[in-house]
């Protein structure tokens, strides 16, 4: 079995990765982390859970260490572009700790806050750079960030890009980079127009696959317990009463739904907080820390807003909904079971959510065990009793969203919302350009109606390649993303 100091990373990464008790690595950093090292192009298969933030994060690290220079004003020498605001911050923060030792400047752009830190932090330059599409273009457009002297280009999640909508996006950034550079391409699955984009950005790169598609984790016990969409939430409750549901994420379609559930639990008796693109960038990080920190037992989460939590420890997933794409269910229930943990997968299936389900077994080649809790008195007896306990008791209102200085428009982002989707409509509400209103059970990422307002990017259902979960390492805690 190799060590990280059998791939040729150098003394300070290898000390940092001591500091953080990483000692063996996983098999997609075994394969990928030479190649990157070498400067060579790469084409990353590889499912949420592996480890691939480190697979390319430790390689770039000792390649800009090994060429030291000052980064010019407003441009970044390593760029990477993410889906989502916590997938973003959770890789800058990667960045971080593994260059800890190397004296890197490392920043992270996203919608949804201020463009004066942002501004600041790229003035001077940064050695590297996390970004979401969107509010990328937005400086870009603004000339506060200048990406034509970057080195390495990263596309992280590429499958959820095309998922969001963001592959114009994309092409706009990249058509603005250096020719000659390194590119690194990262998917869980390839779909058709996946393939073609990589086509388009890779030059003779080398194939790094770890797990055959659409596969799930191999240590996650997965679950279906058919019942009413009525008494979904008694059974939610239900399951919560097994004190073995200590840390345990709950998935949503819509982020109106997610406020209810958390409310529900809440009124239950189980600590919980809703995150999802309606909330605040401080309002999403004041809930993925108190999950972090077990204040709450169950983070209910809608899947865009999902795909950055990166929190040790989750025993469940809960699929208080099931989604339309069978790849998403993948990356759901990936949460769990990391790292070469195990973890449990429930799955609240309806009757009109039946045909999902086979989509879902159909795609990861499986049949799912399942239990039938339909006309269930006890749940109908529970759900009466919450709701006896907690009269009136209605979803929680979010928070007021800090607003710009003079309570005015913000300058920019005027076309793309805080994660990269183009957008028109200022939300006073949400404090953003195009973000959503609750949209009373519309999911999150689909498109909106045609009557005026903010373009939302319709959710593709995409071939049968899979992602999600999956094991690394073995024995010792290894370097998962």
Not at 282 to 309: M, N
């Amino acid at each position: 079995m190799k060590t990280f100091q059998d791939l040729g990373l150098s003394k300070p990464i290898l000390q940092a990765l001591a500091q953080e008790g990483y000692e063996t690595p996983t098999p997609i950093q075994t394969q990928a982390i030479p190649l990157v090292a070498s400067g060579r192009d790469l084409l990353g298969i590889a499912q949420t859970g592996t480890g691939k933030t480190a697979a390319f994060a430790l390689p770039m690290l000792h390649r800009l260490a090994a060429d030291r220079k000052a980064p010019l004003p407003r441009t970044c020498r390593a760029l990477i572009l993410s889906p989502t605001r916590e997938l973003a911050s959770q890789i800058a923060e990667s960045f971080k700790s593994y260059g800890r030792n190397l004296g890197m400047s490392v920043a992270v752009v996203f919608g949804g806050v201020k463009y004066g830190p942002q501004e600041r932090a790229m003035s001077r330059g940064v050695d590297v750079l996390v970004a979401t599409p969107g509010r990328l273009l937005d400086h870009m457009s603004q000339k506060t960030i200048d990406v034509s002297a970057t080195e390495i280009f990263v596309l992280d999640e590429a499958d959820q890009m095309l998922d969001l909508g963001f592959v114009k996006p994309i092409r706009q950034v990249v058509s603005k980079l250096s020719k000659n550079r390194q590119n690194l391409f990262f998917s869980a699955t390839m779909p058709g127009e996946i393939g073609k984009l990589a086509a388009e950005l890779l030059k003779d790169p080398a194939k790094v696959e770890v797990k055959p598609a659409a596969t799930t984790a191999e240590k996650v016990e997965q679950q279906v317990l058919f019942v009413e969409q009525v008494r979904k939430r008694a059974l939610l409750s239900e399951l919560f009463s097994d004190p073995k549901f200590t840390r345990t994420l709950v998935f949503t379609k819509t982020k109106h739904g997610a406020d209810k559930v958390a409310a529900y639990l809440e009124a239950g008796g189980v600590e919980a907080a809703a995150i999802h693109g309606n909330k605040s960038q401080s309002q999403r990080e004041r809930a993925l820390q108190a999950f972090k920190d077990g204040r709450v037992r169950a983070l209910v989460a809608t899947d865009i807003a999902a795909r950055g939590i990166d929190v040790d420890g989750v025993t469940h997933v809960v699929n208080f909904e099931l989604p339309y794409v069978p790849e998403a269910y993948v990356h759901r229930i990936g949460r769990t079971a990391r790292a070469g943990a195990s973890g449990v997968a429930v799955s609240l299936v309806a009757d009109d959510e039946r045909k999902l389900l086979k989509d879902i077994q159909r795609v990861t080649r499986q049949t799912i065990p399942s239990w039938d809790r339909r006309n269930d008195r006890a749940l109908g007896a529970l759900d009466a009793a919450i709701l006896a306990a907690n009269p009136g008791r209605k979803a929680k209102t979010p928070e007021p969203v800090e607003q710009p200085r003079g309570h005015g428009r913000p300058k920019r982002d005027r076309t793309h919302h805080a994660e990269g989707a183009p957008r028109a409509k200022y939300d006073p509400m949400a404090g953003e350009f195009g973000a959503a209103k609750p949209e009373g059970g519309r999911p999150e990422g689909q498109r909106a109606p045609k009557r005026g307002g903010s373009y939302r990017p319709k959710r593709r259902r995409f071939g049968q390649g899979g992602g999600g979960g999956g094991g690394g390492g073995q024995g010792r805690r290894t370097a998962a993303d």
